[in-house]
């Protein structure tokens, strides 16, 4: 199987390949940009599943901010008492012993 030899298949293919033109448009067609923003810009409403999504979303921020803010406080106090109280629920401790 010699490449090189001018009557191997792929040597015609190749150089065929080479000699021939493109001649195809290039340009985007009249319209284009146009049909495309519609198409990107005049969505129609979601669908009902999209939309329960999002009321769920901002109910469970909405949670999320309320519930740190009710616990605001004892955040602020920092409660966690001394080494004393944190030993006292420490699993290791227990089962070890002092």
Same mark, same amino acid.
């Given at each position: 199987?010699?490449?090189?030899?001018?009557?191997?298949?792929?040597t015609r293919l190749t150089a065929g390949?080479?000699? @021939?033109?493109? !001649? #195809?448009?290039?340009?985007?067609?009249? &319209?284009? /940009?146009?049909? =495309?923003?519609? %198409?990107a810009f005049g969505r129609k409403p979601? @669908?009902?599943? !999209? #939309?329960?999504?999002?009321?769920?979303? &901002?109910? /469970?921020?909405? =949670?999320?901010? %309320?519930?740190?803010?009710?616990?605001?406080?004892?955040?602020?106090?920092?409660?966690?008492?001394?080494?004393?109280?944190? /030993?006292?629920?420490?699993?290791?401790?227990?089962?070890?012993?002092?």
């Amino acid at each position: 199987m010699n490449l090189d030899d001018p009557r191997h298949p792929w040597t015609r293919l190749t150089a065929g390949a080479r000699s @021939a033109r493109d !001649e #195809r448009e290039t340009a985007a067609p009249f &319209g284009f /940009a146009t049909r =495309l923003s519609a %198409l990107a810009f005049g969505r129609k409403p979601g @669908a009902l599943v !999209e #939309r329960l999504a999002l009321r769920a979303l &901002g109910l /469970a921020c909405l =949670l999320a901010v %309320l519930s740190a803010a009710s616990n605001f406080s004892v955040l602020r106090l920092g409660s966690v008492g001394g080494e004393e109280e944190l /030993a006292e629920d420490d699993p290791v401790v227990l089962l070890l012993g002092d």
